[in-house]
């Protein structure tokens, strides 16, 4: 079990670290009746991609930190908590299951990595998911929304999937620490 739990909290990690530094968040979407598309927008945390004909790639870093609305800076600020505390969990769960010590109560017995690492994997699922599930709820209400222009409307992102499957296995990992 804990092995298991182990891989899926790595897994959840590195997940969570392709989630951050992806930028396809937001993916342009296509309500019109317009069938030729020569590009595609996609928006991220860290910048700003355009791809023509899926030929070619141009992408910009956001300028300022100041400029960005303020749901993109709390959300920057949790995903970078994410990773550290992903890793930091990581790293605890590797010295639980080397030093969980044979006990007279049972076969093993539990070490405080091990909870300590429970705790982090269950925390670290939890704060992956509040950017990424706000993120698509923003989204998905935008894309309803008669009042924005076609040409705004987005579509749930490949970072959105991966963040949510990231936060599944790293609350699998943590449950199973805990």
Do not use: H
Request: glycine residues 10%; aromatic residues 10%; charged residues 10%.
């Amino acid at each position: 079990l804990q092995i298991t739990a182990l891989i899926f909290g790595g897994a959840g990690m590195m997940g969570t670290l392709a989630a951050t530094a992806m930028p396809q968040w937001r993916v342009s979407a296509y309500v019109d009746g317009n069938i030729v598309v020569f590009e595609t927008i996609w928006e991220g945390l860290w910048m700003d991609c355009i791809s023509q004909l899926g030929i070619r790639l141009q992408c910009k870093l956001y300028d300022s930190v100041l400029a960005l609305p303020p749901p993109l800076e709390a959300f920057r600020a949790l995903m970078c908590l994410a990773v550290v505390l992903a890793v930091l969990a990581f790293l605890l769960a590797i010295v639980g299951i080397k030093y969980t010590q044979r006990s007279k109560q049972g076969p093993q017995a539990v070490s405080v990595f091990i909870l300590a690492a429970g705790i982090a994997f269950v925390l670290t699922g939890t704060l992956v998911l509040i950017p990424v599930s706000w993120t698509g709820g923003s989204i998905i209400r935008d894309f309803y929304d008669a009042r924005v222009p076609a040409p705004l409307k987005r579509e749930l992102g490949v970072a959105l999937y991966v963040g949510w499957g990231s936060s599944a296995l790293l609350l699998a990992a943590g449950a199973m620490y805990c």
